[in-house]
Structure formats: structure tokens, C-alpha cells
């Protein structure tokens, strides 16, 4: 039914109707972690996968909580979906159990942001972004997206409102400038960050 892009090699892995597996170049262990996971995901599969993903939170089946087994993966399915309100929920739930995976910390972020121009986002939520990203950037200094849209915050956010940055934005820009990013990951950010810099 699906694959999944390893993040380690960026090979796919064959899964099936698993939720996890294990990539056939590195053997490492893939699960739905980004939205650059569902790459190989048909769109008419991905209501399926979802439905695994409540089975697998409900059942628990494994070693792991349910939690831990399936909530990002079902969360990203939510943001994929559009229905920001329960990615936003379950991305809560999941910061809340398992706080050491910066994956929830980065798309939490993003459902504050839901389509606002940063210039004119809150005080409250200025700092409650950038506090979820900063997290997001310590937990995994490999993940691009966290520090895109904490330079993009630096820039529009403080810096058009004339406050101090927490950090210097055009230097977060110019050193992300070359990276390649997963389109699928920056068709989410375009759709969730209001931002004439992309």
C-alpha cells in the first residue's frame, strides 16, 4: 500500500500496511515522522493509513504507548488533510508525552501560525512559536524547516515590529539558501506561513 522516505538516506521502504519499517538501503528503521514521509503515499490511500494510525492508538499494538506508536503520524495525517484543529490537538498531546521528538515542536509552531502573515501575528504567539521552534532546532539541528520559519519569525516578525530579534534572520536564510528541501514539506509551510520572503 505504501512507502516510506527513510530520513537517514532519503531511499523509500516498501511498508505495506505496516506503520513502520525498515529502509532496504541503510537499515534503519523508517516511521511517518514528516510530512517527507508520505511522499510514496498514494492521496487515495492516505484516508486508509489514517484509520491504521486511529486502530494503532486505540489498540496500542506493540511495546510502545499509543502515543509514541502512532500520534505524529496520525497528526501529520491531519495536517494534510487541512484539519489543522485536531493536528493541533494531537501535536499538544504528543509535546505533553514524548517532549525529547522535534518533530511535534516544528508543526505545533506551524498551526499557531494557520495562514497569518507573521508581521501581524501576537505578541503571545511570537513567543510561544518561538519557543516551540527553538526547542524543535535543539532537538534536531538537521531538520531545515524549524529554522526557516525561525528566521523567517526573526525577520518579519521582530524585526518589521521593530523589537530585538532572538537571533539574526538574514544570516538563518543565507545559510539555509542552498539546502534542498522536500517539496511536499514546503508546500505545507507555504500553506501554513503567510510570508512574501518565499
Known amino acids: 500500500m505504501s512507502k516510506i522516505q527513510c530520513l537517514t538516506c532519503g531511499g523509500m521502504a516498501e511498508v ?14 523508517v ?12 492521496k487515495n490511500d492516505l484516508g486508509k ?17 499509543p502515543e509514541e506508536k502512532s500520534g505524529l503520524a496520525l497528526a501529520l495525517c491531519y495536517l494534510i488533510a ?6 493541533r490537538k494531537k501535536l499538544a498531546s504528543l509535546i505533553e508525552n514524548e517532549p525529547s521528538c522535534a518533530e511535534p515542536y516544528y508543526y505545533y509552531a506551524l498551526t499557531i501560525v494557520n495562514g497569518q502573515p507573521l508581521s501581524s501575528i501576537t505578541m503571545r504567539e511570537a513567543k510561544e512559536i518561538t519557543g516551540y521552534i527553538q526547542t524543535a532546532m535543539a532537538l534536531d539541528e538537521k531538520f531545515v524547516f524549524p529554522k526557516l520559519l525561525y528566521a523567517l519569525l526573526c525577520l518579519e516578525y521582530y524585526e518589521g515590529n521593530d523589537l ?28 501554513l506561513v503567510s510570508t512574501p520572503s518565499l
Open 16 to 29: 505495506g500496511d505496516k506503520l513502520s519499517g525498515e529502509c532496504p538501503y541503510c537499515g534503519c528503521r
Open 31 to 42: 516511521e511517518f515522522r514528516r510530512i517527507s514521509s508520505f511522499s510514496g503515499v498514494e
Open 49 to 65: 493509513l489514517r484509520g491504521l494510525f486511529e486502530a494503532a492508538g486505540v489498540s496500542g499494538g506493540g511495546k510502545k504507548p
Open 82 to 87: 487541512g484539519n489543522y484543529a485536531l493536528a
Open 164 to 191: 530585538i530579534a532572538p537571533a539574526d534572520g538574514r544570516q538563518l536564510l543565507k545559510e539555509l539558501c542552498e539546502t534542498e528541501v522536500d517539496p511536499g514539506e514546503l508546500d505545507l509551510f507555504k500553506s
